[in-house]
């Protein structure tokens, strides 16, 4: 069965810096598209960030452009969000997304906190 694995995720002060990793299974994930979503108290489920499976080519949210970077490792089956500059609007669940009949993984919370 598909699987989405996220890890990561936790406490950091503003202005640190974390990286999310997102393993997958049950499909062939080199030929899908990945993206990472995040969801924050009280609000709604949001794209941050997507990558291709054929080139690669990446995108970004206006609010994460220039500070957060995704890639991923076909030979590993994992997709990453690094994240620097954290600032405290970054505080949310953070999902693992594919293309693949659109399955989620279970999300890993990220705080930006002092």
């Known amino acids: 069965q598909v699987q989405l694995v996220e890890t990561g995720g936790g406490l950091v002060q503003p202005g640190g810096s974390l990286r999310l990793s997102c393993a997958a299974s049950?499909?062939?994930?080199?030929?899908?598209?990945m993206r990472w979503y995040r969801q924050a108290p009280g609000k709604e489920r949001e794209l941050v960030a997507t990558i291709t499976s054929a080139t690669g080519s990446t995108s970004y949210a206006d609010s994460v452009k220039g500070r957060f970077t995704i890639s991923r490792d076909n030979a590993k089956n994992t997709v990453y969000l690094q994240m620097n500059s954290l600032k405290a609007e970054d505080t949310a669940v953070y999902y693992c997304?594919?293309?693949?009949?659109?399955?989620w993984g279970q999300g890993t919370q990220v705080t930006v906190s002092s």
């Open positions: 049950g499909f062939r994930f080199s030929s899908y598209g």
């Open positions: 997304y594919t293309t693949f009949r659109g399955y």
